[in-house]
């Protein structure tokens, strides 16, 4: 399997890239927040998770390893696909763990494509995942998501007007920490998006 692609970026549409290792172009599908920061035409390192099914041989793209993992393990949930495995690892990890810890199934269900039952079940898939490996979303800091951030009915407005929930969480993190009121901060982020 492919453990890892070093080569020039070229961004197709959002989530897809092509990675050119020595004139091969490798096609690979990463989370909207990494295709965001990688730069066009310039040169990357991405780890990679190969999926292999009988109709289909998938790369998919991570700038660290831990992204990796925790990708292999969302996939590894019974119901839980490679692509909703992509939009989950696009969430901010201190959201999920804050989600696992206080049992929040709102912010799971802000996610595109997981609806009330798929998030239960998640949620419990992800605490038995936390218990067997701690650290594997790190920890959350002090600040790390300031309430404008994290302000989950913002998140859900704004899901509900056909945003994905990356794009949401980046707009919501540019905002002026002044928004004080929810209306404020959906009218601020519908802006910016």
Known sequence: MIAHLRGIIHRLDPTEITVDVSGVGYLVSVPLDVWDNLKEAEPAMLWISTYVREDRFDLYGFPDRAGRTIFEEFIAIPGIGPKLGLELCAVPRAMILRAIQEEDVSTLTSIKGIGKKTA??????????????????????????????????????????????????????????????????????????
């Open 120 to 193: 239960e079940k998640l949620l419990l898939e992800l605490k038995s995942l936390l218990e067997r490996k701690p650290t594997i979303f790190g920890t959350v800091q002090p600040g790390e998501l300031t309430r404008s951030e994290f302000d989950q009915d913002a998140i859900s407005a704004l899901s509900t007007l056909g945003y994905d929930t990356p794009r949401i969480i980046r707009a919501l993190k540019e905002l002026p920490s002044d928004l004080k009121s929810t209306e404020e901060r959906v009218a601020a982020a519908l802006r910016s998006l």
